[in-house]
């Protein structure tokens, strides 16, 4: 043991020896002495808070006491005067509401429970749910979800509708998260009826934007987007917070149905507001998602300047599942370029982490991309289980949009094997999923892989057809690369049906976007299948 640290651990024992040599009651003095002094220097107690109704810091203003406040509250504890219990108990929240707001999750937590046992039905079940929405956030849903049924065993007690539908918002959260899709389903629907049945319009808002997030990711778009329609409108004057996050939904169900530009703006306005108000989390995901459509539509570089600020961001405030998308997505970008090692290590990283929260919607997403990767490397059979484990996480947790994705990679795979016929299956199955829900980007995608195939079979007329929906479906979703692949790959559809110049032309426009777009490999793509076609058919290159 080195001296710095002897001397620490002497202290220690010193400390400790000399204050247990107190007696009782004189220590419960020193307390109360130590409490009234630091109280005095800080200038005096803060104002009482509003009895802890909210599931949220809205009524918090900080205060400089807030610093000092666990200290406070435990001197005010062990001076063991009923005088000074409403004192402990204005500390402790003023504690627990600093070290929520500072990202000190773990202090955060424990000083929400240590508030909680000091308080009896509708406040502790908000403190338990405060508690629980930290762990939560942190990565402990099944922690948390403990503590929320606490609460929800108090709230039912009470009969108190609006207390009761904040924390089955909750509690569907938790479940939506762990996979629970038809649970989290139905416990929205409660907390829908018992929020309706009262007069708080801001708890009601909020469960609506969740349970439209919900039906978005299951699918029912055109639902989703009336919901968060509905919410903002109950939304315009009361929370900017909560009406930040609704606009980052409603911007993901306009970049899922191709109004791009609508997207776009809707992002840029939720993250303009939250220069107003300190919410790390909603920021964080918004830029995430802003970044994903910006590198769906050519702009990777600044995507990628875009998601590094979101693991930052995600990281200083103890967000896992938001860093872990963001590793995620800065893999796809690596992908895409063809950085095989670098993807490879990201997605390996963001699948750890939504492993390790329990977050299987999450995970099979994720999983979905590591096999993709492994196909590109040409790992088939690794490929074909990771693709098999992605659909069973995609169907146990109901996100059809992904079934529906992860349907046509792996038909690709399939192709990519010689398996024609089950590509060809898989991918007519993946379009039927993807119109379902009306996921017009991937279905662009999957149309041109299914017209590619149509090509290598020499079916040119049906491959025409299908080339030409995809060209305007990409054009719909503003993805310049794809529709320029597609350009180029329908060209060589028309010059093997022996219409050459149409085909240059067609073979132009699309060499001159991707002249626009350095880092997409695609152009490589078109490039190599364009000379093997040229000399199969005897004909010179296309200029």
């Given at each position: 043991m080195d001296a710095e640290h002897a001397y620490l651990f002497r202290h220690a024992l010193?400390?400790?020896?000399?204050?247990?040599?107190?007696?009782?009651?004189?220590?419960?003095?020193?307390?109360?002495?130590?409490?009234?002094?630091?109280?005095?220097?800080?200038?005096?107690?803060?104002?009482?808070?509003?009895?802890?109704?909210?599931?949220?810091?809205?009524?918090?203003?900080p205060h400089p006491a807030d610093p000092l406040a666990i200290e406070l509250a435990q001197h005010a504890r062990l001076a063991g005067d009923a005088a000074l219990q409403p004192a402990t108990v204005l500390y402790l929240r003023r504690a627990a509401e600093h070290a929520e707001r500072n990202f000190y999750n773990s202090e955060a937590v424990s000083t929400w429970r240590e508030l909680a046992r000091a308080l009896t039905s509708i406040e502790r079940a908000a403190a338990n749910c405060r508690a629980a929405r930290v762990m939560h956030l942190s990565g402990g849903s099944l922690s948390a979800e403990g503590l929320v049924q606490e609460a929800l065993t108090d709230v039912l007690a009470e009969g108190d509708d609006a207390m009761i539908g904040r924390t089955l918002t909750q509690q569907a959260g938790i479940e939506r998260?762990?996979?629970?899709?038809?649970?989290?389903?139905?416990?929205?629907?409660?907390?829908?009826?018992?929020?309706?049945?009262?007069?708080?319009?801001?708890?009601?808002?909020?469960?609506?934007v969740n349970s439209a997030s919900l039906d978005h990711i299951s699918g029912r778009s055109t639902h989703a987007e009336e919901q968060l329609n509905r919410a903002l409108e109950l939304l315009s004057e009361l929370d900017p917070a909560a009406k930040c996050r609704a606009l980052v939904n409603l911007a993901n169900v306009y970049g899922a149905t191709g109004r791009v530009p609508e997207a776009e703006e809707t992002y840029l306005r939720a993250l303009d507001m939250t220069a107003q108000f300190r919410d790390i989390r909603t920021r964080a995901i918004a830029t995430g998602n802003l970044a994903t459509l910006r590198h769906a539509t050519g702009r990777s570089d600044l995507a990628r300047q875009d998601l590094l600020e979101v693991i930052t961001m995600a990281r200083e405030s103890g967000d896992r599942s938001t860093e872990a998308?963001?590793?995620?997505?800065?893999?796809?970008?690596?992908?895409?370029?063809?950085?095989?090692?670098?993807?490879e290590l990201l997605f390996a990283q963001a699948v750890a982490i939504v492993r390790e929260i329990h977050d299987r919607r999450t995970e099979g997403i994720l999983t979905g991309q590591l096999a993709s990767l492994y196909r590109l490397t040409n790992r088939d059979e690794l490929s074909l289980t990771t693709f098999e484990r992605a659909l069973a996480l995609h169907r146990k947790v109901g996100n059809r949009p992904w079934i529906g994705r992860e349907l046509g990679n792996l038909g690709n795979l399939y192709w990519q094997m010689g398996r024609l016929d089950d590509a060809e299956q898989s991918l007519h199955e993946a379009l039927a999923v993807l119109r379902e829900v009306g996921s017009v980007s991937p279905q662009a995608s999957t149309l041109g892989n299914l017209a590619a195939l149509s090509h290598a079979r020499g079916r040119l007329k049906v491959a025409r057809e299908q080339f030409e929906q995809a060209i305007t479906l990409g054009e719909r979703v503003q993805d310049r690369g794809l529709a320029a692949l597609h350009r180029c790959q329908l060209a060589l559809v028309l010059m093997e049906a022996g219409n050459r110049a149409e085909a240059e032309k067609l073979w132009r426009t699309g060499m001159t976007a991707f002249a626009d777009l350095p880092g997409d490999t695609r152009r490589q793509t078109a490039l190599s299948h364009m000379h093997e076609i040229c000399e199969r058919l005897g004909e010179p290159p296309m200029p």
């Open positions: 010193l400390r400790d020896a000399a204050y247990s040599l107190q007696l009782p009651s004189d220590r419960a003095r020193l307390h109360a002495l130590a409490f009234a002094l630091i109280e005095a220097v800080i200038g005096g107690r803060p104002p009482a808070l509003p009895p802890l109704r909210q599931f949220d810091s809205a009524e918090y203003a998260e762990t996979g629970r899709t038809d649970a989290a389903r139905q416990t929205y629907d409660r907390a829908l009826r018992h929020l309706g049945a009262g007069d708080d319009r801001r708890a009601l808002a909020i469960a609506m998308t963001a590793l995620s997505s800065l893999g796809g970008i690596a992908k895409d370029q063809a950085d095989f090692a670098a993807a």
